[in-house]
């Protein structure tokens, strides 16, 4: 009897996959996807941040990200050679099954709004390209309703008939990006075909085997979740704020009612610590813009607590140069200011719209002699501040110093020796804009220690 063996079916080949835009969230993403498997083209339209990369070079700091990228870099000694780089719209097209669009979204010059216009270029610039069945899947946080107008624009682009768009938000935090990106808390699709669907699936697969909830929407939906995530993140971050000054007034302890609110499950203590506030590329930026949408949509009344929300934000800067100017009897003209910390948060050289680089350049301008000091952020802060000084370490910044002031989080800043510390600067006032040191540890050693919501002693 002939016996026949059965036929083996050839595992289905992967996607192949572009990312356009290759800063902070492209870069990420991209050398995310090479590790999870993909072979990966990056575009970007600056050819030195394309050289830097190919180099295996990331050209900003986030913590893990270098190690990533020089193991999947084509090219460079025992990588996969899974990611590679590339100007050219040309061969992002011919290349890539699924195009990820990750280009910024700044705020317009003198408005709320979001500018669209490096989104829209990607789009433009991609599309006539498209001559074959392919995803666009944008990650930028856009103003919702920008997905439907793209995907007309992509069908109307594309010779391909087979060419759509889907959109899957990002929720990536500065200093944690590679783990939200490897192993996020939730993935969000919006998608108009099972075809889209099934795609996303296919790139998601091992985060959503390991557990990752992957959430189907429409478009719009898609849009909101990131721009409202960050609209109630920036609630809870002023909400404390607030109570910081209900407590200046009252002579509370901003920190003590913070724990006793964060026990209840209801709140949670996360985003719960009173201080300079908010800043970088995100969370300012989208709650504007998000106002600026409802408006557009005739709804402007739903978000009007976000101005206050962005008010009370801003206002923690001034109170912070206020409650400087006040320790050092009332005048900040020719007094020595230590600033540590330029980054608007920790594990970042992120220093766009950073209440520290802020409040250092009102003190500036108002008299003091200011010198800064940040592990990571300094030729950024150079850059956008250069008439302030920088030190090289936190002791030569607070050399000579009537007050220091602690305005980024960094471990460094918190294992500071107080004592050590009081050797150098003139007078022995340290003030806390981060609620992260420990009062008794410095009053301790001599210190005044003062804090937006908390009691001088």
């Known amino acids: 009897m002939l016996m026949t063996m059965p036929t083996q079916t050839q595992p289905r080949a992967l996607p192949k996959i572009t990312v356009i835009g290759t800063g902070y ?55 996969s050679g899974r990611l590679s780089f590339t100007t050219s719209y040309t061969d992002a097209a011919a290349f890539g099954d699924i195009h990820f669009i990750c280009v910024n979204t700044p705020q317009k010059p003198g408005e709320y709004a979001c500018d669209m216009s490096y989104v829209d270029a ?6 006539p390209h498209l001559t074959r069945p392919a995803l666009v ?18 069908a109307e682009l594309a010779p391909a008939e087979g060419a759509e768009l889907a959109w899957n938000p990002e929720f990536l935090r500065e200093g944690f990006a590679v783990e939200d990106t490897l192993r996020p808390d939730r993935i969000v699709v919006g998608v108009t075909s099972e075809r889209a ?58 920190v003590k009612l913070a724990e006793a609110l964060g026990h209840d499950d209801r709140i949670g203590k996360k985003f719960l610590r009173a201080g300079i506030g908010f800043g970088g590329g995100c969370l300012p930026k989208d709650i504007r813009a998000f106002m600026a949408r409802a408006g557009e949509l005739g709804a402007s009344e739903a978000l009007s607590f976000l101005r206050e929300i962005d008010s009370i934000n801003m206002r923690r800067r001034a109170s912070m140069v206020e409650l400087t100017r006040e320790t050092l009897d009332g005048s900040l003209l020719g007094k020595r200011v230590a600033v540590l910390g330029a980054a608007f948060k920790p594990d970042s050289d992120d220093v766009r ?25 300094m030729e950024n802060a150079k850059r956008l501040f250069p008439t302030l000084r920088y030190a090289a370490t936190a002791t030569e910044a607070a050399t000579g110093a009537h007050a220091v002031l602690h305005l980024t989080e960094w471990r460094e800043f918190r294992e500071l020796d107080p004592a050590a510390l009081a050797e150098v600067v003139s007078t022995r006032h340290v003030l806390d804009g981060r609620n992260t040191l420990d009062p008794a540890l410095w009053r301790k050693a001599n210190w005044t220690y003062r804090a937006l919501g908390r009691p001088t002693a």
Not at 122 to 127: G, K, N, P, R
Not at 137 to 154: D, F, N
Not at 353 to 377: C, F, M, R, W
């Open 122 to 127: 990607a789009v433009e610039s991609l599309a």
């Open 25 to 79: 969230l492209g870069a990420t993403h991209a050398a995310a996807l090479a590790e999870l498997g993909f072979e990966v083209l990056g575009l970007d339209v600056l050819p030195d941040k394309i050289a830097s990369l190919s180099r295996g070079e990331v050209p900003f700091y986030e913590p893990g990200l270098g190690d990533i990228l020089r193991r999947h870099v084509s090219g460079l000694p025992g990588s």
């Open 197 to 254: 669907e099934t795609l996303l699936r296919e790139v998601y697969a091992k985060p959503v085997a390991e557990g990752v909830p992957f959430l189907v929407t429409d478009l719009p939906t898609a849009e909101l979740v990131k721009t409202a995530a960050n609209a109630f993140l920036s609630t809870k971050i002023s909400f404390i704020n607030a109570m910081a000054e209900i407590c200046e007034a009252a002579d509370g302890d901003v």
């Open 353 to 377: 719209d950073s209440p520290a680089l802020n409040i250092a350049g009102q003190l500036h301008l108002q008299g003091a002699e200011v010198t800064v000091y940040d592990p990571k952020a």
């Open 137 to 154: 899947v944008g990650k930028s946080t856009v103003p919702v309703g920008s997905a439907a107008r793209l995907a007309r624009r992509v």
